[in-house]
């Protein structure tokens, strides 16, 4: 049986928060990769998406236009609904994730093992405006579902304008 649970949808600024987040696990990962290479300067941007690469989780994802709304999917394997963040702008998604450390602590000899926490983080620039106050999302079967009506077009306002020129 599937399961749909609602996901909150977060300000922009706590999702920001969340983002700086990650941000700083990449930069401080990038910099390893800087000390291991002996400082050699001139491999920055190899050096942040490789950081990229192991530290965040690849987001399978699908976004869809149909009539009056647009469903954006992601595949988010790993994470639990409380995990996730999705915030919604005009016309911008943003889904960020991290999962909390496991620790495996088994009796014998050294069998302690930590799995690192996942991370995900995915900005979906959107084709048309959305309606924010009635943007829903669900979570089901490791599956983020975003539903986003789009925004209705701004009414055209005839104006009657009464010039007078004077001669």
């Keep these: 049986m599937t399961h749909h649970t609602d ?6 600024h706590e999702l920001f928060e969340h983002t ?12 390893e990769i800087f000390e291991s290479r002996g400082h ?9 998406f490789r950081a990229e690469s192991e530290l965040l989780t690849p987001v ?18 790993g994470f639990s609904r409380e995990e996730i963040k999705i915030s919604v702008e005009p016309r911008r998604l943003s889904i960020s994730g ?9 009796s014998g000899k050294h069998a302690h093992s930590v799995k690192p ?5 995915r900005v979906i620039d959107l084709p048309t405006e959305v309606n924010l106050s009635k943007a829903r999302a669900t979570f089901s079967d490791d599956t ?10 701004a009414k055209s306002v005839r ?9």
């Design 60 to 77: 399978k994802f699908h976004l869809s236009v149909s009539g009056e709304q647009l469903t954006a999917r992601a595949e988010v394997p």
């Design 40 to 48: 050699t300067h001139g491999n920055d941007r190899e050096d942040w």
């Design 159 to 167: 104006v009657e304008t009464n010039l007078a020129l004077s001669a």
């Design 117 to 121: 926490a996942q991370l995900m983080f």
């Design 20 to 31: 700086q987040d990650v941000y700083n696990l990449i930069a401080r990962r990038a910099f």
């Design 144 to 153: 983020i579902e975003v539903v986003m009506p789009k925004a209705a077009p």
């Design 7 to 12: 996901l909150n949808l977060v300000s922009v």
């Design 98 to 106: 991290k999962t909390k450390l496991h620790e495996n602590h088994q």
